[in-house]
């Protein structure tokens, strides 16, 4: 006699992956009672036995009186006789409120009926069953508020519908008010150029002609009249930098009996994770993370029920990853015209931001002259340090740095007059 075995496994919750099974061929987890096969769209199925069936039901909240509503031999007769179904049988089947709301629409029993012996309601079903006469009747007659709405729909999909998609570009909107003798207003952002930068007063777009701007200073030049309604928006292209780590599997292959994996693999490649962005295969099947093995230090996965032998396989999946580091990079230019010392070229606020680092470039007709700057600031006193200073014909100017007014300056000095400014700022906030 040939004894028969099926693909087997004790572990509970286990499933085989597509790959591990054959068309025809089963495999059986009797710790959950459950028989599983490929189908021909290869995909994984499963057959329950009785008592994962009794589970489900009541899971499910269905009791034995509405079990038997759905299957008992009276059911089956008027379901194969074309007779109509009176409110008592319908209330078995839906619930009572359901109902009757359909009945403000016009929906009645037999059309009930029918929708859920076909099982499958197309578009024009579900405008019938959700239409606006639907959701009337439902909150006069059940009491649905808006509150209850929002329960039914995923609080999920509610919260990320109404979460902020980012701030990488934005308008930043800044209104002062003339007084016939002020000219220079303060803004909240430095724009990139005069071109990004939407000047109006009382509702009239200005010419770039009719005003300056340098660093978050904007010079009118005159003065807007007591009254004046002023507003400036600043047009913001910020960058943020991703870290991206690659979809990585580690293949262990003991010689004797182990329970802790970690360090190379057979192919010489170190194990290293993120808690929560792993999965480890015992021979090709899939084991349950805190049931079968725990992962929760980066370096190491340790087998929990039973270890693995020679022979076995063990792989680690470490999963992909796309993660935003912190901080932004800001762009500032100005036109220096004198050679004025400490001439303000850009600002960040000190309440939002604690360190910096620019890349400074100078432009004077054919000279060229770059360095990069560090500086962190206590609140009152800016600390710096510049560094990695070259030019191609002679020094262009000095970089130096202050607060004043709750904003960090970064100031130029230059050599030459007509020096052109340009810097790229990286900042992380306080």
Do not use: C, W
């Amino acid at each position: 006699m040939t004894t028969l075995l099926l693909k087997k496994s004790s572990v509970v919750g286990k499933i085989p992956l597509v790959g591990d099974l054959e068309y025809g061929e089963l495999a059986l987890n009797y710790a959950d009672g459950k028989l599983y096969y490929k189908t021909s769209s290869n995909t994984i199925e499963t057959f329950l036995d009785s008592a994962n069936i009794v589970s489900l039901i009541q899971a499910n909240s269905v009791d034995s009186g509405e079990v038997i509503n759905l299957i008992d031999s009276d059911y089956i007769q008027l379901r194969q006789a074309d007779i109509f179904r009176d409110s008592a049988f319908i209330t078995n089947i839906v619930d009572a409120d359901y109902v009757n709301s359909l009945g403000v629409v016009g929906t009645d029993s037999a059309a009930v009926l029918q929708l859920i012996s076909d099982n499958s309601v197309d578009s024009a079903e579900v405008i019938n069953l959700i239409d606006s006469d639907y959701i009337n009747a439902r909150v006069g007659e059940v009491g649905i508020d808006s509150a209850a709405v929002t329960a039914i729909i995923d609080s999920d999909y509610v919260q990320a519908r109404s979460a902020p998609i980012g701030t990488a570009n934005m308008v930043v909107l800044n209104t002062f008010s003339g007084d016939s003798s002020t000219t220079d207003f303060t803004l909240t952002k430095a724009p990139t150029t005069e071109q990004h930068a939407i000047v109006t007063v009382n509702g009239v777009l200005q010419q770039v002609d009719d005003y300056s701007l340098l660093g978050n200073t904007l010079t009118f030049g005159t003065a807007p009249v007591t009254g004046d309604d002023i507003e400036v928006r600043t047009l913001r292209f910020q960058n943020g930098t991703v870290e991206l780590r690659d979809y990585k599997q580690y293949v262990y292959q003991p010689s004797t009996a182990t329970t802790v994996f970690s360090g190379s693999d057979i192919n010489g490649d170190i194990l290293t994770y993120d808690e929560g962005k792993v999965e480890v295969y015992l021979n090709g099947v899939q084991l349950v993370k805190d049931l079968d093995f725990t992962a929760n230090n980066d370096t190491s996965v340790t087998l929990l029920s039973t270890g693995a032998d020679s022979g076995d396989t063990i792989t680690v999946t470490s999963l992909s990853k796309a993660s935003f580091l912190e901080g932004e990079i800001d762009s500032a230019q100005a036109a220096l015209t004198s050679t004025a010392t400490n001439q303000v070229v850009d600002t960040m606020s000190t309440a939002n931001h604690r360190t910096a680092k620019y890349i400074v470039q100078m432009t004077q007709n054919s000279r060229y002259h770059s360095q990069e700057v560090l500086l962190v600031h206590d609140g009152t006193t800016v600390h710096m340090t510049t560094y990695a200073e070259i030019y191609t014909e002679s020094d262009l100017g000095s970089v130096d740095a202050d607060i004043s007014g709750g904003n960090v300056r970064l100031l130029v000095s230059p050599n030459y007059a007509n020096t052109d400014i340009r810097t790229k700022r990286i900042d992380l906030g306080v």
